[in-house]
């Protein structure tokens, strides 16, 4: 029992303040979403599809942050913290090539990717200047993504949660200002955004520089151990498309569906991943635990961190389902009317709510599941897992779709996704073959 209760305890330490980091960029999108909802459907459904591309781009790259965790760990673990530091410098110069790429290529693309996503004439305007003006601060939010995967790693959750904090807060300030003081529109938005984005990475650009120089670590770019990064992020980045393909995905057969299916979906779909991310909390620690007790040697006890974690997980999901619906059911259209004045978004809307408070255990067991793998290493197991996943959720939104059903069935698609996922992973958990110890070559 008291093993027990210090794993409880150290989950939580982990966990709560990286809950804060981990929403940051959530909250960007869902101030971004009740804000532009008043400007208009139009401008809420632009930013619907600019918000899908711009996920497509961050979230492959999510790599920087779980490969960074999860290598970091591992070192620490093993006691080799200068090391852990020069791993961190090459991921910081693999973010700025890869944000400063992902940029250009977003400009050179806007709008066939937009269309490709749905949009029409009307809205195409809305997100292609929410669109462009975003991706200026690409290099930004990938320095975050790394700089955050190497404090995750060496167990420091707290300077995160500030920055999560901190940027919201600037982000939320700033666009207010600029669209109810000044009255400007949906670009102003996004230059907010920009703002919170390049102010957090600089925090990290410190905080990390720091580390290094107390190690001695050189902090020119390492081309041979960045080209080790990319080839560990490859299956990190396989497993991130097939999870970012099918939100992109759905926002796609939403667009084509209807201007108020789209906007409710962005609302439904916002809400459902701000309260994903208060169960992937608990996932991030297991990255950072699971990681280092591997490195360590230490099998049982990082099998056992994962029980507890995966209990915690689903416990915070069905909690926070059981809030949703009772506030749905008690509020009534009040809780919609938050981010949108349209009554047929409005009634979307609460009904798409209630399948994000169903779905909320399921999916507190796939994130646990995820982040348990990931810091283990095995990356590969979950890129072949999330692709089979991906392979099924496609058909069944295209089948939809060509037979003219509505919303539902595409969030049943959804629940298709997430149920397969989940099982593959629990499988994987229960056998042996990810407990690999030491410090990988």
Known sequence: MAVQADTNREILRLAVP???????????????????????TEALGGL???????????????FLAYGSTAAVAR???????????HQDIQGLWLAVVLGIGLAALGMAVTEPLLRLLGAGDNVLREATTYFRIS??????????LAGVGYLRGTRDTLRPLWVGIGTAVVNLAVELVLIYGLDM???ASAAATVAAQWLGAGFYLVWIGREAGRHDVDLHPDIAAIRRLLVVGVDLFARTASLVGTFTLATAVAARIGTVQVAAHQIAFQTWFLLAMAMDAMAIAAQAMVGSLLGAGRADEARRVGNRVIAWSMGIGLSLGVVLVAGVTAAGDTVPRIFSADPAVIAVVGFLLLHVA???PLSGLAFALDGILIGAGDQRFLARAMG?????????????????????????????FMAVRSALLYGRFRGPRWQVLGVAD
């Open 388 to 416: 089979l996943s991906f392979s099924l959720f496609v058909p069944a939104a295209v089948a939809g779709r060509s037979l003219g059903a509505g919303i539902g069935w595409l969030w049943g698609a959804i629940w298709l």
């Open 358 to 360: 169903a779905m909320a």
């Open 48 to 62: 619907a599809i600019a918000s899908a591309a711009l996920l497509v781009g961050y979230n492959v790259c999510i």
């Open 135 to 144: 991706l200026l601060g690409a290099p930004g939010m990938l320095l975050m």
């Open 18 to 40: 990286a809950l804060g980091a981990l929403v940051a960029e959530p909250l960007y999108v869902l101030a971004d979403t009740a804000v532009v909802g008043h400007l208009g």
């Open 185 to 187: 529109g949906i670009g």
């Open 75 to 85: 070192l620490m673990g093993a006691d080799q913290k200068a090391a852990a530091a």
